[in-house]
Protein backbone atom coordinates (compact mmCIF):
# COMPACT_ATOMS: atom_id res chain seq x y z
CA UNK A 1 0.00 0.00 0.00
CA UNK A 2 1.25 3.06 -1.16
CA UNK A 3 1.61 6.09 1.69
CA UNK A 4 3.07 9.50 1.89
CA UNK A 5 4.15 10.82 5.26
CA UNK A 6 4.48 14.84 5.70
CA UNK A 7 6.64 16.52 8.23
CA UNK A 8 8.42 19.75 9.06
CA UNK A 9 5.77 22.03 9.52
CA UNK A 10 4.98 24.54 12.75
CA UNK A 11 4.75 27.72 14.30
CA UNK A 12 7.05 30.32 12.50
CA UNK A 13 7.30 34.12 12.85
CA UNK A 14 6.79 36.15 9.53
CA UNK A 15 9.78 36.41 7.33
CA UNK A 16 10.92 33.10 8.62
CA UNK A 17 11.62 29.81 6.89
CA UNK A 18 10.51 26.14 7.32
CA UNK A 19 11.45 22.86 5.23
CA UNK A 20 8.98 20.11 4.75
CA UNK A 21 9.40 16.76 3.66
CA UNK A 22 7.38 14.00 1.99
CA UNK A 23 8.83 10.70 3.08
CA UNK A 24 7.40 7.70 0.33
CA UNK A 25 6.99 4.48 0.48
CA UNK A 26 5.00 1.78 -1.22
CA UNK A 27 5.32 2.55 -4.62
CA UNK A 28 8.02 3.03 -7.11
CA UNK A 29 8.64 7.11 -6.35
CA UNK A 30 11.15 7.81 -9.38
CA UNK A 31 8.58 7.30 -11.69
CA UNK A 32 5.76 9.49 -10.24
CA UNK A 33 5.70 12.97 -10.65
CA UNK A 34 4.73 14.66 -7.35
CA UNK A 35 3.23 18.09 -5.78
CA UNK A 36 2.80 20.00 -2.63
CA UNK A 37 -0.48 21.26 -1.87
CA UNK A 38 -2.20 23.31 0.98
CA UNK A 39 -5.59 24.13 1.96
CA UNK A 40 -6.49 27.12 4.30
CA UNK A 41 -9.79 27.12 6.78
CA UNK A 42 -13.15 27.65 4.74
CA UNK A 43 -10.39 27.46 1.30
CA UNK A 44 -10.34 24.62 -0.89
CA UNK A 45 -7.00 22.73 -1.35
CA UNK A 46 -4.88 24.31 -3.78
CA UNK A 47 -1.72 23.40 -5.90
CA UNK A 48 1.36 25.23 -4.14
CA UNK A 49 4.32 23.21 -6.70
CA UNK A 50 4.89 20.25 -8.45
CA UNK A 51 7.90 18.40 -9.90
CA UNK A 52 8.71 15.54 -13.14
CA UNK A 53 9.58 12.12 -11.36
CA UNK A 54 13.76 13.13 -12.35
CA UNK A 55 13.29 16.17 -10.75
CA UNK A 56 13.84 18.21 -13.86
CA UNK A 57 11.08 20.44 -14.40
CA UNK A 58 8.89 22.21 -11.79
CA UNK A 59 6.26 23.91 -11.34
CA UNK A 60 5.15 26.73 -9.01
CA UNK A 61 1.94 28.85 -7.81
CA UNK A 62 2.22 32.67 -8.71
CA UNK A 63 1.67 33.39 -4.68
CA UNK A 64 5.06 31.29 -4.07
CA UNK A 65 7.42 32.04 -7.18
CA UNK A 66 11.04 32.94 -6.04
CA UNK A 67 9.95 32.03 -2.00
CA UNK A 68 9.49 28.42 -2.37
CA UNK A 69 11.71 25.84 -4.09
CA UNK A 70 10.30 22.30 -4.66
CA UNK A 71 13.28 19.42 -4.57
CA UNK A 72 13.33 15.35 -4.49
CA UNK A 73 15.62 12.68 -3.70
CA UNK A 74 14.81 9.26 -5.61
CA UNK A 75 17.89 8.13 -3.75
CA UNK A 76 15.62 8.40 -0.66
CA UNK A 77 12.02 8.53 -1.44
CA UNK A 78 11.59 12.24 -0.57
CA UNK A 79 10.24 15.18 -1.82
CA UNK A 80 10.87 18.70 0.23
CA UNK A 81 9.19 22.05 -0.09
CA UNK A 82 12.01 24.75 1.36
CA UNK A 83 9.72 27.43 2.39
CA UNK A 84 11.72 31.21 2.62
CA UNK A 85 9.94 34.77 3.20
CA UNK A 86 7.02 33.05 4.77
CA UNK A 87 3.87 35.29 5.12
CA UNK A 88 0.60 34.87 7.15
CA UNK A 89 -1.21 34.00 4.16
CA UNK A 90 0.71 30.99 3.64
CA UNK A 91 -0.63 29.50 6.92
CA UNK A 92 -2.46 26.05 6.34
CA UNK A 93 -2.51 22.57 5.86
CA UNK A 94 -0.16 21.08 3.34
CA UNK A 95 -0.21 17.74 1.88
CA UNK A 96 2.42 15.90 -0.71
CA UNK A 97 0.59 14.49 -3.62
CA UNK A 98 1.74 11.65 -6.19
CA UNK A 99 0.27 11.54 -9.82
CA UNK A 100 1.50 8.34 -11.66
CA UNK A 101 1.39 10.30 -15.31
CA UNK A 102 3.90 13.19 -15.62
CA UNK A 103 2.19 16.09 -17.17
CA UNK A 104 3.84 19.31 -18.98
CA UNK A 105 1.48 21.15 -16.99
CA UNK A 106 0.76 19.87 -13.53
CA UNK A 107 -2.89 19.57 -12.83
CA UNK A 108 -4.57 21.11 -9.87
CA UNK A 109 -7.20 19.31 -10.00
CA UNK A 110 -7.31 16.87 -6.60
CA UNK A 111 -9.00 13.79 -8.40
CA UNK A 112 -6.01 13.76 -10.97
CA UNK A 113 -3.76 12.16 -8.17
CA UNK A 114 -3.60 8.61 -7.23
CA UNK A 115 -1.92 9.61 -3.35
CA UNK A 116 -2.20 11.56 -1.05
CA UNK A 117 -0.90 12.08 2.43
CA UNK A 118 -2.33 13.33 5.53
CA UNK A 119 -0.88 16.71 5.75
CA UNK A 120 1.49 19.06 8.26
CA UNK A 121 -0.10 22.38 9.84
CA UNK A 122 2.20 25.23 9.13
CA UNK A 123 1.00 28.31 10.67
CA UNK A 124 3.13 31.81 10.30
CA UNK A 125 2.21 34.80 12.75
CA UNK A 126 2.25 38.65 11.67
Known amino acids: QAQLVESGGGLVQAGGSLRLSCAASGHTFSTYAMAWFRQAPGKERELVAAISPNGGSTHYADSVKGRFTISRDNAKNTMYLQMNSLKPEDTAVYHC???????????????????WGQGTQVTVSS
Open 97 to 115: AADRYYRPKPSSETPTYDY
